[in-house]
């Protein structure tokens, strides 16, 4: 599978998350990578609340990602009116969701790691407001 | 062009023409065609509204869009919270909007044409609210 393909595979893995819920729809954007105009890589909503969602899958303990990818994903938000949210899936752990005021930013990029993301990050059913 | 390629170039049209007004943003869903799940081709909002748009192109003077397709975006449109439109775009015309209580249906479709979407379509200013 290309990279491509197999960061599509996590997304949907995340759509059918959302669905399976019953009471959310959750869908991918498309060419959100190559269009000109800001984007988020899922949208995921209810009658309630909606989300933005940009998406990593991450081989290694640590990922940067480019601080223009955060502000395009909030940009977008702020237009679209719903809340931007970074979902990132390390290998072997489940989705993570991250919100802006918890993103810690370098110079250029915002820098997660698999230990601040279990004390910045929110599981799932923390993020949809499900606790069973 | 294939059909399908003629198909989202005129959805992209329709994009462009949101993104344009400065307070819309828009964006295609991906595989809307294909995925399981109840969908539309394009979602345009803002912080005040929201919509779900099944989008047809058609070159004859009418067309028939099956009854399960307007279903199935009533369905998305409920569960994700936002307004279902059909937009219409016969050759020659510019985009025709029709809300869900103007559709004229026949046993198994929906029935639109050249003469009807006059009376009961919408342009594109008047379903964004903007009046020049």
Same mark, same amino acid.
């Given at each position: 599978? *290309?990279? =491509? &393909?197999?960061?599509?595979?996590?997304?949907?893995?995340?759509?059918?998350?959302?669905?399976?819920?019953? $009471?959310?729809?959750?869908?991918?954007?498309?060419? *959100?990578? &190559?269009?000109?105009?800001?984007?988020?890589?899922?949208?995921?909503?209810?009658?309630?609340?909606?989300?933005?969602?940009?998406?990593? &899958?991450? =081989?290694?303990? &640590? !990922?940067?990602?480019?601080? $223009?990818?955060?502000?395009?994903?909030?940009?977008?938000?702020?237009?679209?009116? !719903? $809340?931007?949210?970074?979902?990132?899936?390390?290998? #072997?752990?489940?989705?993570?969701?991250? *919100?802006? #005021?918890?993103?810690?930013?370098? =110079?250029?990029?915002?820098?997660?790691?698999?230990?601040?993301?279990?004390?910045?990050? +929110? +599981?799932?059913? $923390? !993020?949809?407001?499900?606790?069973?």
């Amino acid at each position: 599978m *290309s990279l =491509k &393909s197999k960061g599509i595979s996590y997304e949907r893995e995340l759509i059918h998350m959302f669905w399976k819920t019953g $009471e959310w729809a959750a869908m991918r954007v498309a060419g *959100s990578g &190559s269009i000109k105009y800001p984007s988020a890589d899922i949208l995921a909503g209810n009658a309630l609340r909606k989300l933005a969602i940009e998406c990593k &899958s991450v =081989k290694n303990e &640590s !990922v940067y990602i480019p601080k $223009e990818d955060i502000e395009q994903l909030q940009e977008f938000a702020k237009i679209y009116g !719903v $809340e931007p949210w970074l979902a990132v899936r390390f290998h #072997d752990t489940q989705w993570h969701f991250i *919100s802006m #005021d918890n993103l810690q930013f370098t =110079k250029n990029s915002v820098v997660i790691t698999t230990d601040n993301i279990k004390t910045k990050g +929110l +599981l799932f059913n $923390e !993020v949809i407001g499900k606790f069973e």
